[in-house]
């Protein structure tokens, strides 16, 4: 659908409230992302001995306090209630169920199970987005995630905790995705650039949340059941907003679209929109089953190669992304300051998107911010002690970090703007799917530093960012361009000639097909 007035005025304090209160929801998709770094933390420094066999081990450390750490506990397979007892004040259930040492790794995969859930839900929301709409499809997925965070409080074993963290990746990434297309769509071109780091800027803000959580909040539990209150107080806001007025048109609801443009453009202060019979909606109806409009990627040649594209990009910036959010407790000392410094960051690394895409435009920001990070993780290999509590690795990682994640910002928005509204819905969900498959092996990556040279996670890092800026130099630059509405004005903007105007409503490349 292409919208020919500009029926929306100028941005004002009730404008940026609803973006705000609309994108809300999000700061839960990072507070359950991570809410695991604090529910199930293994406090490698904090037992003391029971047995006469770790006594004697003690003793032969010369009472050292170094021996109260994870390398005499496993390589001496200490047991956990026989050899020792747990003294931390706070609770995980990785104390819980036993998990440690050679145990460790089920602690990965309670945490990557988050991202198989996340997979399942966008690759089954490819068919929800473009039929039900982007605003259902977030608040039944708000809701699918809020349910499985506030039943985690009684969770009683590590099976069950894995059926949990499916449900909630599912319905979280149904509910970030749904909701980026929502502020795309209803955002006007020459301000997307700065509402789309608005939605992960929230997202950001959802990670330095759950680190106060976690840290104000020592019962595992309890963490479950706040941070599942919070989805269902973050959704009221959607509950009341309108769908987008463009996903009305693409369905051919015209009147609609109308009623939600007059309302919107109220909120603007657009007395001129206000009486709807005086503007002419030009848009091209498009409804198609998910099967039409699997077989348009066929049909459509830069469709196919730009999604695919799309593909690779995301899978490397989401390795890159959460190997490192995952991967603070192994390079900092201290849980909740590393923590704290890098939710702060994707603040901050969200943030400067904004005026670095004003400057650079699309491609050349993302560009620029991956040629950084490749710089930045190649500084961290040499072994230097800046300070007590910060070493050359720590600080390059975390400017390492902020400009992927920067990149990762725009990665949206940038995807977003390459697909068609027809289907938008489709290729973010199938995108955010291959990043999940990402996020899973980043994770993952993070378990190198116990078996590995710490350079080479590192030079993972390295590598990984160079495939996604080989990837995104073959992509066309969105700055400042109309979104396109259907397949055939993404062949238009790419300049292929075989692609004439819309005849009749149907495009003649579809005609041909047939």
């Given at each position: 659908a292409?919208v020919?007035?500009q029926?929306t005025?100028g941005?004002?304090?009730?404008?940026?409230f609803?973006?705000i209160?609309a994108?809300?929801?999000?700061?839960?998709?990072?507070?359950?992302?991570?809410?695991?770094i604090?529910?199930?933390?293994?406090?490698?420094?904090e037992?003391?001995?029971?047995?006469?066999?770790?006594f004697d081990?003690?003793a032969?450390?010369?009472?050292?306090?170094?021996?109260?750490?994870?390398r005499?506990?496993c390589?001496?397979?200490?047991?956990a209630?026989?050899?020792?007892?747990?003294?931390?004040e706070r609770?995980?259930?990785?104390?819980?169920?036993?998990?440690?040492?050679?145990?460790?790794?089920k602690?990965?995969?309670?945490?990557?199970?988050?991202?198989?859930?996340a997979?399942?839900?966008?690759?089954?929301?490819?068919a929800v987005?473009d039929?039900?709409?982007?605003r259902?499809?977030?608040?039944?997925?708000?809701?699918i995630?809020?349910?499985?965070?506030?039943?985690?409080?009684?969770?009683?074993?590590?099976?069950?905790?894995?059926?949990l963290?499916?449900?909630?990746?599912i319905?979280?990434?149904m509910?970030?995705?749904?909701?980026?297309c929502?502020?795309?769509?209803f955002?006007?071109?020459?301000?997307?650039?700065?509402?789309?780091?608005l939605?992960?800027?929230?997202?950001?803000?959802g990670?330095?949340?759950?680190?106060?959580?976690?840290?104000?909040?020592?019962?595992?539990?309890?963490i479950?059941?706040?941070?599942?209150?919070f989805?269902?107080?973050?959704?009221?806001?959607?509950l009341v907003?309108?769908?987008?007025?463009?996903f009305?048109l693409v369905?051919g609801?015209?009147?609609?679209?109308?009623?939600?443009?007059k309302?919107?453009?109220?909120?603007?202060?657009?007395?001129e929109?206000?009486?709807?019979d005086?503007?002419?909606?030009?848009?091209t109806?498009?409804?198609?089953?998910y099967?039409?409009?699997?077989?348009?990627?066929?049909?459509?040649?830069t469709?196919?190669?730009q999604?695919?594209?799309?593909?690779?990009?995301?899978?490397?910036?989401?390795?890159?992304?959460?190997?490192?959010?995952?991967?603070?407790?192994?390079?900092?000392?201290?849980?909740?300051t590393?923590y704290?410094?890098?939710?702060?960051?994707?603040v901050?690394?969200?943030?400067?998107t904004?005026?670095a895409?004003?400057?650079?435009?699309r491609?050349r920001a993302?560009?620029?911010?991956?040629?950084?990070g490749?710089l930045?993780?190649?500084?961290?290999?040499?072994?230097?002690q800046?300070?007590?509590?910060?070493?050359l690795?720590?600080?390059?990682?975390?400017?390492?970090?902020?400009?992927?994640?920067?990149?990762?910002?725009?990665?949206?928005?940038y995807?977003?703007?390459?697909?068609p509204?027809?289907?938008?819905?489709?290729v973010?969900?199938?995108?955010?799917?291959?990043?999940?498959?990402?996020?899973?092996?980043?994770?993952?990556?993070?378990?190198?530093?116990?078996?590995?040279?710490?350079?080479?996670?590192l030079a993972?890092?390295?590598?990984?960012?160079?495939?996604?800026?080989v990837?995104?130099?073959?992509?066309?630059?969105?700055?400042?361009?109309?979104i396109?509405?259907?397949p055939?004005?993404?062949?238009?903007?790419?300049?292929?000639?075989?692609?004439?105007?819309?005849?009749?409503?149907?495009?003649?490349?579809?005609?041909?097909?047939?």
């Amino acid at each position: 659908a292409v919208v020919s007035t500009q029926s929306t005025g100028g941005v004002n304090l009730k404008l940026i409230f609803l973006f705000i209160t609309a994108t809300g929801t999000n700061t839960q998709t990072a507070a359950q992302v991570y809410m695991t770094i604090f529910t199930g933390f293994i406090p490698y420094s904090e037992w003391t001995c029971v047995s006469e066999r770790c006594f004697d081990l003690l003793a032969e450390s010369n009472y050292s306090q170094a021996f109260y750490s994870a390398r005499p506990m496993c390589m001496n397979q200490l047991v956990a209630g026989t050899d020792f007892n747990w003294t931390s004040e706070r609770t995980s259930f990785s104390m819980d169920w036993g998990i440690y040492c050679e145990s460790e790794s089920k602690l990965s995969v309670v945490s990557s199970f988050f991202f198989i859930g996340a997979f399942l839900g966008l690759v089954s929301s490819t068919a929800v987005f473009d039929r039900f709409g982007r605003r259902n499809g977030a608040i039944a997925g708000n809701i699918i995630a809020g349910i499985a965070t506030i039943l985690g409080t009684w969770v009683p074993a590590f099976e069950a905790m894995l059926a949990l963290r499916v449900l909630q990746g599912i319905g979280m990434f149904m509910n970030l995705t749904g909701i980026y297309c929502w502020v795309v769509e209803f955002s006007p071109t020459h301000l997307r650039g700065s509402l789309s780091p608005l939605i992960l800027i929230m997202w950001s803000l959802g990670f330095v949340v759950i680190v106060l959580i976690g840290y104000f909040i020592s019962i595992w539990n309890y963490i479950f059941l706040a941070t599942g209150v919070f989805n269902f107080v973050l959704i009221i806001p959607l509950l009341v907003y309108p769908i987008s007025p463009r996903f009305a048109l693409v369905r051919g609801r015209e009147e609609e679209a109308k009623r939600i443009l007059k309302s919107f453009s109220q909120m603007c202060n657009n007395e001129e929109a206000l009486d709807m019979d005086r503007v002419e909606l030009i848009y091209t109806s498009r409804v198609q089953n998910y099967v039409e409009q699997i077989r348009d990627f066929k049909t459509y040649p830069t469709l196919r190669k730009q999604t695919l594209l799309c593909f690779l990009c995301w899978f490397s910036v989401a390795f890159l992304f959460y190997g490192f959010d995952f991967g603070w407790g192994k390079i900092s000392t201290n849980l909740y300051t590393s923590y704290l410094f890098a939710a702060l960051g994707k603040v901050l690394s969200f943030a400067i998107t904004i005026p670095a895409m004003h400057c650079l435009g699309r491609k050349r920001a993302v560009q620029f911010f991956l040629v950084c990070g490749i710089l930045f993780f190649f500084l961290a290999m040499p072994d230097l002690q800046l300070t007590e509590e910060w070493s050359l690795e720590f600080a390059a990682c975390l400017v390492g970090s902020i400009v992927t994640s920067s990149a990762y910002c725009i990665n949206y928005l940038y995807t977003s703007e390459l697909a068609p509204t027809t289907h938008r819905g489709t290729v973010m969900s199938l995108s955010s799917s291959w990043a999940r498959v990402g996020s899973f092996c980043g994770i993952y990556a993070t378990l190198l530093y116990d078996i590995t040279d710490r350079r080479v996670p590192l030079a993972l890092f390295a590598g990984m960012t160079m495939a996604y800026a080989v990837a995104v130099s073959f992509l066309r630059d969105t700055t400042g361009k109309s979104i396109p509405e259907t397949p055939h004005d993404v062949e238009l903007m790419a300049g292929n000639e075989k692609y004439k105007p819309v005849t009749n409503g149907v495009d003649k490349a579809k005609l041909e097909a047939v």
